[in-house]
């Protein structure tokens, strides 16, 4: 039986339009001031927060924790910005918004270029910086290549990237002509040994555990089942550590494959680091198995092949790391009400996982 959120996430979760099809709802428990963000495809996010017993549409543009908003409504600020690389705007949009975290706008120029103005919160922002400096000396391999920021722009903590050649792999997979999965597997077997600097944060086991026990608790708003995993997760003792570079955020959006030139781009790097590199080869199997069980209603085995051919590591050895990130799968869809049913599925498999590394033990 699924547990109903209470309180102020209830309240707010009745009031907000009902999602048309197509259209994701998910939810941002914020204690007595809760988020629920409608992401229709194809159009701009609509944020709702719940506020002195109301619920009240939001504006990115009044969003003044990002140190870049005026970006979003002062037209002739972005037209100056962007004129280098674009010359006159001929349209931008919206098309991402996590309030108080980032915002991403499409932008389109007369000159028909697009590029992606990214927006950040001080914090992120301060990392991106360093993440980037990281790529000052690096050079792509032919297989991999990184779609590196054009532009910082530091006062407003936003950065231009370009747009990315070639399908993302997520289309690939939906769509008929077959996933050009060799070039994707010569591409994560570069990834693990791009060249990194010292000066990154770190990523390892402890990082993915804890951002698992952080994700269920908020799950547990609207699932409170979901703690007892969390109990369990923080229980899990670490496997033995790699070390090389990872993206941080590798799924099947973030991947671009260009068959036609054999190569493969990954965008979104502010947030790469030096760590484990099995958790970026984790997570992007991660998500491929879910969007078998999203769109295929089955794991058709995928994920568990490409996971196989660029790890080197053991079952018994990526077992954790599958436990970790699939917990807080199961948390992040804890808040997307349309993938309830998905959301108790993922708990049991992350539960049964915790016990199977006890076994191994």
């Not at 009044?62 to 002739?76: C, F």
């Not at 568990?304 to 077992?319: C, G, I, M, N």
């Amino acid at each position: 039986m699924t547990s109903r959120p209470t309180g102020p996430l209830t309240a707010l979760l009745a009031a907000v339009p009902t999602p048309e099809p197509g259209t994701e709802l998910i939810l941002r428990p914020h204690g007595d001031e809760p988020i629920a963000i409608l992401r229709p495809d194809g159009r701009p996010p609509r944020v709702f927060a719940w506020r002195h017993g109301n619920a009240i549409e939001l504006a990115a543009a009044d969003d003044t924790r990002l140190p870049g908003h005026r970006l979003l409504a002062d037209r002739a600020l972005l037209q100056r910005l962007t004129a280098p690389l674009l010359g006159p705007i001929a349209d931008s949009s919206l098309v991402a918004w996590r309030p108080g975290r980032r915002a991403v706008l499409r932008v389109r120029g007369a000159n028909g270029r697009t590029l992606w103005l990214k927006l950040l919160d001080k914090k992120t922002w301060r990392r991106a910086v360093v993440a980037f400096a990281a790529f000052a000396d690096h050079d792509d391999a032919d297989a991999l290549h990184f779609a590196r920021p054009l532009t910082l722009l530091d006062e407003h903590a936003a950065y231009l990237a370009p747009h990315a050649n070639g399908i993302p792999l997520r289309t690939w997979l939906a769509g008929d002509r077959p996933t050009p999965l060799d070039l994707l597997r010569r591409a994560l077997s570069l990834l693990a040994t791009t060249p990194t600097t010292t000066a990154l944060p770190a990523t390892d086991f402890a990082t993915a555990r804890a951002a698992a026990i952080a994700m269920l608790d908020k799950g547990a708003a609207m699932q409170p089942q979901l703690a007892g995993l969390a109990a369990a997760i923080a229980t899990m003792t670490p496997p033995p550590a790699n070390r090389g570079f990872v993206h941080g955020d590798l799924h099947d959006k973030q991947v671009f494959l260009d068959e036609a030139a054999g190569r493969a781009t990954l965008i979104d790097l502010e947030g790469v680091s030096l760590g484990d590199p099995t958790f970026d080869l984790v997570n992007l199997a991660e998500h491929l198995r879910l969007r078998d069980l999203q769109q295929q209603r089955h794991d058709t085995g995928l994920a568990d092949a490409v996971l196989a051919a660029v790890s080197e590591r053991s079952r018994d050895e990526l077992l954790p790391w599958q436990a970790v990130i699939r917990a807080r799968l199961c948390g992040v869809y804890a808040l997307r009400p349309r993938w309830t049913a998905l959301t108790a599925v993922l708990r049991e498999e992350a539960a049964t996982l915790v016990e199977a590394c006890r076994c191994a033990c």
